[in-house]
């Protein structure tokens, strides 16, 4: 929204939507901040703009309520994300969901994908749009580990399966690693790690079920080089700096 005029020999500054502008700030998501800007409270170079759509640049001054936006910081954490909780940021029925166990950082953060309401374990959450994108691309098969508590006694025949590869929903899954922690005989259940390198829907309980023993309990605990490790269930933790470049050098392969 600058007033230079641009000739045909000039420097063409790269704009955006001034809503989308205001949400990778972090300050709000964007369909919040179409809301400021149609409320009045969003000024662009000291200028109020009410309009849908208008373009802004880097050089633009963006404020809301009499507050500058400027670029929000990458942030980074891990949460080990309880029984009973949805992975979702807002919910219209009001279910327990992730958001309010979120530390208030004063800007948006989104999950690395989903586990289901009744699965616990690690979820990486971030403003770092790019991250999520790449985390979440099957090209680059990131790693991720759960412990499964099964019915039954887990035998050899249905552990090589799972490794080899199920035929899911007409598509076959990538070979899996499974490591077996216990076999409760007398109680009639098994505990396993499992490690698969996708993330389609309901894809570890499907395998499970597929070989006939159904998850009783399901906790993710590593996400390519990021580990739960001992994080109390229903808090987060900041990732550390190397755990940042290990997730970096990850998706540079």
Known sequence: MTDKTEDSNSIQIPRERLQKRIA???????RHAEQLIVE???KVNGSLITTLGTQV????????????ISAARKVYLVMNKPKGYITTLSDP????????????????LKPVGRLDKDTEGLIIF???GNLINKLLHPKHHIEKEYVAQLKGCIHSKAIKKLESG???????????????????????????HLTISEGRKHQVKKMCLYTGFPVKKLKRIRMGPIELDKLKV???RMLTKPECDMLIQLLER
């Open 24 to 30: 990778k700030s972090g300050y709000c998501s964007r």
């Open 40 to 42: 009045g409270r969003v």
């Open 57 to 68: 640049s880097e050089e633009d001054t963006v404020s809301v309520d009499g507050k500058t």
């Open 93 to 108: 029925f009001n279910r327990l969901n992730v958001s309010s166990l979120l530390p208030d950082l004063g800007m948006q």
């Open 126 to 128: 971030t403003n770092d």
């Open 166 to 192: 199920i035929l899911l929903d007409g598509v076959k899954t990538k070979p899996a690693n499974v490591k077996v922690i216990h076999v409760d005989e007398q109680n009639e259940k098994s505990t396993i």
């Open 234 to 236: 229903g808090t987060c």
